[in-house]
């Protein structure tokens, strides 16, 4: 690398990190003033909100819009080096503005790979203990109100509660059926199941056991029995967000178990999927465009470079959002939702570097 590469990764990155800082302190700010009554009248300790909620917190925003941030940090690096007419010397000593391009990319694809292995595997982890902060101390209690819950636990067993208590872990009117194609072969009915937590099983109560084989039936009771299922309290217990809390692997498995299931919410655990995969190619990418917008110097100076900056990081914002939502609804697949910003943005950025002066 030459001493010129040098100079623009490492003034790139601390203004990167500068641009964290700002934007993650800006935040918390806003954060803490919207959730000041829910600390007060829940009372979390200060090492709980400190420890078990900022400090998970800020990473997890900090990765999150991190594509936005490093346009914004390109943006603003690269316009202070128009203005000052570094940029020109640098072209006019024969540097083509794709040589000047290199450190840039050699910056971002570093971001990108830090930032694709913190919102794979390590921010979840924190964001269990988010989570769980927000569920005790910001959110309402929850409460499982569903009615005649149906779901498929495995590729041929069936079961129902008429309802669940998440408090006593007691589920009440209880059907486990096996199937056979279309034919029923054995059916248990329960008047309660409730889970036992040193066991990691369930214990069926008051259990009635038919059993089909062709014309003949039998029927066996008793007073209880465990028995392991694929079925367990966190299956009841709120979901919002779950998927904040998984790692890329855990929500590839997850999202086998819903499709087993046939269950309701498949497309949010692949827009999150899909959306940590190609996060890294949206900073390489919004970096490229950074660099196109701000690389030569205007007349309106340097503000006007950063505002262009940011009005394009909220249209950036509002397609991925559009796009989301769409995906949401089942119109498009969650895949092509995510990719759709960076295909247009990067069509966007190739027209910005053809029509940019050289």
């Known amino acids: ?24 302190l800006i935040i918390c700010m806003i954060d803490f003033t919207e959730k000041i009554d829910n600390f007060r009248e829940r009372g979390p300790t200060n090492k709980e909100i400190f420890f078990d909620y900022y400090l998970n917190m800020i990473p997890y925003w900090a990765n999150y819009i991190s594509p936005l941030l490093v346009f914004i940090a390109t943006v603003f690096f690269t316009s202070r080096l128009a203005a000052r007419t570094e940029i020109t010397a640098m072209l006019s000593s024969g540097i083509s503005l794709l040589r000047l391009l290199v450190p840039y990319l050699m910056g971002s694809t570093i ?20 989570l769980a902060f927000e569920y005790k101390y910001i959110e309402d209690q929850f409460y499982f109100n569903q009615r005649n819950f149906h779901v498929k636990i495995a590729p041929s067993l069936y079961a129902y509660l008429e309802s669940y ?21 054995e059916k248990l009915t329960s008047d309660r199941i409730v889970w036992d937590p040193k066991k990691k099983k369930w214990t069926i109560h008051d259990y009635t056991t038919r059993k089909i084989d062709g014309l003949k039936e039998s029927l ?41 299931r046939g269950a309701d919410g498949v497309n949010a655990y692949l827009l999150e999927k899909y959306a940590r995969l190609t996060q890294p190619f949206s900073i390489i990418i919004l970096t490229v465009i950074g660099v196109t917008v701000s690389a030569r110097k205007s007349r309106r100076g340097t503000g006007w470079q950063i505002a262009m900056g940011f009005v394009l990081a909220f249209i950036y914002i509002l397609f991925f959002m559009v796009a989301k939502g769409i995906a949401e609804s089942g119109r498009i697949s969650a895949m092509l939702a995510v990719w759709l910003p960076n295909i247009v943005f990067s069509f966007i950025g190739l027209i910005l570097y053809r029509n940019m002066p050289k």
């Open 165 to 185: 208590n998440n408090s006593s872990l007691t589920g009440y009117k209880f059907t486990l059926e096996r199937m056979e194609g279309n034919q029923l072969k």
């Open 220 to 260: 066996t009771t008793g007073l209880q029995k465990d028995t392991t299922l694929n079925l367990s309290p966190k299956d009841f217990e709120n979901d919002k967000n779950q998927y904040e809390a998984l790692t890329l692997t855990q929500i590839d498995d997850y999202i086998s178990l819903l499709n087993l």
């Open 111 to 130: 971001l990108a790979i830090f930032t694709f292995a913190m919102v794979g595997w390590i921010i979840p982890r924190g964001n269990k203990v988010k």
């Open 1 to 24: 690398m030459k001493i010129l590469d040098w100079y623009i990764l490492k003034k790139f990155l601390i203004t990167y990190v500068f641009v964290v800082a700002v934007v993650m």
